[in-house]
């Protein structure tokens, strides 16, 4: 519809402008001609006045070649009132017949100026004749050539072309405005449901035709409630989206030929694929093991099938997966069955697990050795059978010493426990220059048995920190309790405190025995000891490290071990200061 109104109206405004041109090639000739004539009779005007006087041939001949020379070479004649030529710019007068007969000689006469065209034979061609009568009674006259029609319009020919050419392009985009104008309801209206189809639910405007106005405000209605049903259910999948890649779980939803549905973020980092490349594959692409495919397979032959559950090992990435595998039955599924996968990182979990066991094994068979003991000096004095004081006293000292043991090994079992769970009161300052000191007070009288001598040094102004007490006790003094029951005879252990902006180093340096190499990266484990034999000699309970550790941990800081077997051995805690 468009382009026939195109087409029509662009015709219509062609032949305008043509009909128009035409006109204006010809009102274009008849004032060139009016300005031709113009120019001419001023022209000879101005001559005339000049050649007042002159009466010789000679003087009229000079006249009429000056004034042919300034007119591009225009003829000019002069003649008497009797018609007698007496003067030409091109001819001999005296050769030349009577011109009084001439039309515009004739019009001269009577009204001043005369004009007339006629064929020149002489000149083969169209002349223009322009008599002007003088005052002093001489008529001159000037021929030039006239310009056609068609020779004027070719001389205008360029610009003619170009104006046409210009006028036909706003015609064009004139109609093309027109047309479109008149054509632009209908297209925005199928615009408009083309848009809607392609997901562009904005308003179409209302048209000027009253016919087609409640026609679009039905389509904006309609393309507003199916805009606002859209974006609820796109607000839901965002929401099921966040919440699926937010959660801990792997999840995997499968069709019954076990496709991916949907696959969350945690699922994919298990699978170990980008989260984009898993939609439509297969789970046998997915993943190779057996156990898997084999359960997901299970689920998807039918509603009969009651799922299974099993571990999953991750042997790269070393982490241990409990899958569930459930079938499924929902009209979002094509074919309307399914599965749902359900991984879960149970590493941690595990690693708890074999941490508690281990550490009720290794409590369980530390107990054991203090109650034995207990429990036989006891018999033998229930039973009569000890009668020497002595002996009943060293065996009084042994059940003593063996509860003392016990109860230390249960506190410091109490105290891993409670560093476990996190629970760390750091409501008061500490200055750890006078822990250290009252530590080491505490253990002078033991160095001394050992010729051990202790040293403390201090860098640093402020060497406080938040915490509690009891905890900077614990750390300090099991460094220290290491670095004295694990030293020479005649050893050295020295303590060295330094402040830092934002933290407080802890540095405990021994010259005992050292631990091997091969032993450092235990050391820090609960009941872990290097040689059994000797710790059984110097007592403790194994844990000493491993409150270190987990004191360290819950101060934000870190601990680090260096040790040269039969050299000494240092250890550094670093604690930060603010809550």
């Not at 041109?21 to 001559?47: C, F, M, N, P």
């Not at 019009?107 to 004009?115: F, L």
């Not at 973020?265 to 939609?279: E, S």
């Not at 540095?507 to 631990?515: K, S, W």
Request: charged letters at 25%; a negative charge.
């Amino acid at each position: 519809m468009k382009k026939e109104i195109f087409r029509k109206t662009l015709l219509l405004c062609t032949v305008a402008i043509l009909l128009c041109s035409a006109v204006s090639v010809a009102i274009l000739q008849r004032e060139r001609k009016d300005e031709q004539v113009a120019s001419v009779v001023s022209g000879l005007r101005a001559l005339s006045e000049n050649a007042q006087g002159q009466t010789s041939t000679e003087d009229f001949n000079r006249a009429a070649r000056t004034f042919s020379s300034n007119y591009d070479g225009a003829r000019l004649t002069i003649v008497d009132q009797s018609g007698r030529v007496v003067g030409d710019s091109h001819e001999d007068p005296a050769t030349m017949e009577n011109h009084g007969d001439r039309e515009e000689i004739a019009e001269a006469k009577e009204s001043g100026v005369g004009v007339s065209e006629r064929w020149s034979d002489t000149l083969k061609g169209r002349l223009r004749y322009v008599a002007v009568q003088a005052d002093n009674g001489y008529i001159y006259r000037a021929s030039v050539r006239v310009r056609s029609l068609n020779q004027a319009f070719v001389s205008i020919l360029p610009a003619a072309i170009i104006s046409i050419l210009a006028a036909v392009l706003f015609s064009a985009l004139g109609a093309k405005l027109v047309a479109k104008k008149i054509a632009r309801p209908v297209e925005e209206i199928v615009e408009g449901l083309q848009n809607i189809d392609n997901g562009d639910y904005s308003r179409l405007p209302l048209p000027d035709c009253d016919e087609l106005a409640s026609l679009v405000v039905s389509i904006n209605t309609l393309s507003e409630n199916i805009d606002h049903t859209l974006k609820d259910l796109r607000g839901e999948r965002q929401k099921t989206l966040f919440l699926l890649d937010n959660v801990q779980e792997g999840l995997l939803a499968l069709d019954k030929d076990t496709r991916v549905i949907t696959v969350n973020r945690a699922a994919a980092a298990f699978l170990q694929v980008p989260p984009g490349r898993a939609a439509g594959q297969t789970i046998s692409h997915l993943t190779t093991n057996k156990a898997l495919i084999d359960a997901v397979l299970a689920a998807v032959e039918g509603p009969e099938s009651l799922g299974s559950a099993f571990d999953l090992e991750d042997r790269e990435g070393g982490k241990a997966l409990l899958c569930s595998v459930l079938p499924v039955q929902a009209d979002w599924i094509e074919g309307e069955r399914g599965a749902i996968v359900v991984l879960r990182d149970v590493t941690e979990e595990r690693r708890r697990q074999q941490m508690r066991s281990e550490f009720f094994q290794n409590a369980s068979h530390e107990l054991k050795t203090p109650i034995t003991s207990i429990g036989g000096f006891a018999q033998l004095l229930q039973s009569g059978m000890v009668t020497e004081e002595e002996t009943r006293q060293r065996y009084l000292h042994n059940i003593e010493k063996e509860t003392g043991r016990m109860a230390e090994l249960i506190g410091d079992i109490l105290k891993i426990s409670r560093y476990e769970e996190g629970e760390v009161p750091r409501n008061e300052q500490v200055d750890l220059a006078a822990v250290a000191g009252e530590v080491m007070e505490r253990l002078q009288p033991v160095a001394d048995r050992q010729g051990i001598s202790l040293e403390m040094e201090s860098r640093g102004d402020d060497l406080r920190l938040w915490g509690s007490k009891k905890d900077m006790e614990d750390l300090i003094g099991n460094l220290c309790d290491n670095a004295v029951k694990y030293n020479r005879p005649g050893g050295s252990v020295r303590v060295l405190l330094t402040a830092l902006p934002e933290e407080v180093q802890i540095a405990v340096e021994d010259t005992g025995v050292g631990i091997p190499a091969a032993h450092l990266s235990r050391v820090f484990e609960r009941f872990y000891r290097v040689e059994k034999d000797r710790n059984k000699k110097v007592g403790g309970t194994g844990l000493g490290l491993a409150i270190v550790k987990h004191i360290c941990a819950l101060y934000g800081g870190r601990v680090d071990i260096q040790s040269a077997e039969g050299k000494g051995t240092a250890v550094t805690a670093v604690l930060r200061r603010e809550r």
